[in-house]
């Protein structure tokens, strides 16, 4: 009803509200979106092109200038590390030249030899720099050949530049290869050897040598310039000077320069980029066309939207609101014969047809259920006795009993007041704790031990962790009463067995009897238990657990009831299962 009171007030279909949808949330931001790009895109080329090529760069300066600070860092471990000193040291007391050369060498390959950073490393005493001690890095192909073009051409200018250096870093730049040199101080800060490292360009500079659209590189380290990509870039060209720390972007004909500088404690880092980028500008151009096909193609799209909409949603849901409306009016277990063609409405079409099948089933047996409640209430109402006048008698005959002195008597009249208690109910409570059903268990057990004696034997074996758990009123009498007119009584004699016990998220409440359970007896149960079967012909002792099981179905569902099984003594158990959470209602 509520659902229907809803759609009257809207008075909107699905079809015209997906319509609104799809032009309120589709097209027209679509048209906006479009419009928007369009005219950024014709007025903000520039703009973005200088922020993608600015971000780029400095993405690339910045892992560049990392990668030399940490090239600058592992120069450094060479003077602070004590075994190039050391092994000059020695060597100055015993000099041996074959332990010094193994001494240094196994130290730079160490330390060296695997650094991506550096191609060829060399070191040399200044008291002795006609022996170069050196190693190289395989895995970038550096050779030995490397090694003979320093010494040919590079250590002679080496020399010259370490004498100028003092505790700075200086550069060199030879026939395209860069070499950073240092010198090793000894502990009266004046240089005992010097360090020299040709640098791995190709992978400290990938970045700067791949920015986007960048077609020269160029860069300073210190005063010495370096051609990445291209020729070499002079910003005085352009009329301009290298920033001392910043960065400058000029636009120049069709060419975009950016120019800048990061100072470090150890050198300062300048560079210079060329980049064109005509092929971005071209890229654009053809962005209005497809922006212009893009909102002619919305139309038939909108169309085949709505289409497949109607017949695969709105349709589906107008025939099953019909045949609610139908059950709505009373008539029950109206099917719908269409076939949907998707599977989710084929599932609800199933569903509504078996709820509405099963809605006429429950309606017809509420009927039947409703009439036999009817003559029950009759036949309870002929027969009914005033609960309070029982108890009162029931007290009275106790009196009695005790001033006779009659324990026994009396205890056995107190155990029935207790049972005539739990049956009337006179609380109205269905629900009971575990203790308090085992409080009718016990009043029963002892009328019936008054009447067996010893012959009977009761065993419990209950977690008492489990006693403030609830349980359905009278739940465990009845198996108890027929375990014993079943099990017990044709023997006179036997023992039972009360069981209450947690099992993973169940509680299980078991009555295990010593009698004898024969192939027909386990039919009967198997028919007393069922749904189908008609019990109006049985005795009360069957009719006990058969409400029972029905009783556990109703409160707890199909996964909990009542079951009696022969156990692998012979014996048989009936076993109530019921949900530890719905047990803590």
Not at 439 to 458: C, N, Q
């Amino acid at each position: 009803m509520k659902l229907r009171q809803l759609l009257k007030e809207r008075q909107i279909s699905l079809k015209w509200g997906l319509i609104g949808i799809v032009i309120v949330c589709w097209i027209l931001p679509i048209a906006i979106v479009s419009g928007m790009t369009g005219y950024y895109i014709s007025h903000n080329i520039n703009d973005q092109v200088r922020n993608t090529i600015t971000s780029s760069v400095n993405n690339s300066v910045n892992i560049a200038v990392s990668q030399m600070n940490s090239a600058v860092s592992s120069s450094r471990y060479a003077s602070y590390n004590p075994t190039i000193r050391n092994a000059y040291l020695d060597y100055q007391q015993y000099p041996d030249d074959s332990v010094l050369y193994d001494k240094v060498t196994s130290f730079l390959s160490q330390q060296y030899k695997y650094d991506d950073k550096f191609l060829i490393t060399a070191l040399y005493f200044c008291d002795r720099p006609e022996n170069i001690y050196y190693t190289y890095n395989e895995a970038y192909n550096a050779t030995y050949f490397g090694v003979r073009e320093y010494r040919e051409n590079v250590h002679d200018l080496v020399q010259k530049l370490s004498k100028t250096l003092g505790t700075d870093i200086g550069f060199l730049n030879v026939q395209g290869r860069v070499y950073m040199v240092r010198n090793i101080l000894g502990s009266d800060y004046k240089p005992y050897a010097v360090l020299t490292m040709q640098l791995n360009t190709s992978s400290m500079f990938s970045g700067l040598k791949n920015v986007v659209w960048g077609t020269d590189t160029s860069v300073w380290l210190s005063n010495t310039a370096v051609v990445l990509t291209g020729s070499l870039l002079n910003p005085e060209s352009l009329g301009s000077q290298v920033p001392t720390n910043g960065q400058v972007l000029r636009n120049v004909k069709n060419s975009t320069y950016l120019y800048g500088t990061k100072q470090t404690d150890a050198y300062r880092f300048s560079y210079m980029i060329k980049v064109d980028s005509s092929p971005l500008v071209q890229e654009f151009a053809g962005f209005k066309t497809t922006l212009f096909w893009m909102m002619i193609l919305i139309v038939p799209l909108l169309a085949m939207v709505i289409w497949f909409f109607t017949r695969n949603i709105s349709m589906p849901i107008d025939r099953l609101i019909s045949e609610a409306k139908n059950i709505e009016q009373g008539h029950f277990g109206v099917q719908i014969g269409d076939r949907f063609s998707s599977l989710e409405f084929r599932y609800l079409k199933e569903a509504f047809n078996s709820m509405s099948y099963r809605l006429k089933y429950q309606f017809d047996r509420i009927y039947k259920e409703e009439l036999a409640l009817r003559d029950a209430r009759i036949m309870a109402l002929q027969s009914q006795i005033n609960p309070h006048f029982l108890n009162n008698t029931l007290e009275i005959i106790n009196w009695e009993a005790r001033l006779a002195n009659d324990v026994k008597v009396s205890r056995m009249i107190e155990a029935l007041s207790t049972m005539l208690d739990a049956a009337m109910d006179r609380k109205g409570r269905p629900i009971v704790h575990i203790s308090e059903e085992m409080m009718y268990v016990d009043a029963y057990l002892y009328i019936i031990s008054e009447r067996l004696g010893k012959r009977l034997t009761v065993t419990k074996e209950i977690d008492e962790t489990l006693l403030d758990y609830y349980v359905p009123r009278l739940i465990m009498q009845p198996i108890i009463e027929n375990a014993v007119e079943h099990g017990i009584q044709p023997l006179q004699k036997g023992e039972i067995i009360i069981r209450i016990y947690r099992e993973n998220d169940q509680l299980i409440c078991e009555v295990e009897n010593d009698g004898i359970m024969r192939e027909e007896d386990e039919k009967k149960i198997e028919q007393l238990l069922s749904d189908d079967y008609d019990a109006s012909a049985e005795s009360s002792y069957n009719l006990g657990i058969r409400n029972v099981n029905q009783r556990l179905k109703i409160i707890y569902g199909e996964n909990s009831g009542l079951s009696i099984k022969m156990n692998s003594k012979g014996h048989a158990v009936s076993k109530i299962v019921i949900g530890i959470e719905q047990t803590k209602q």
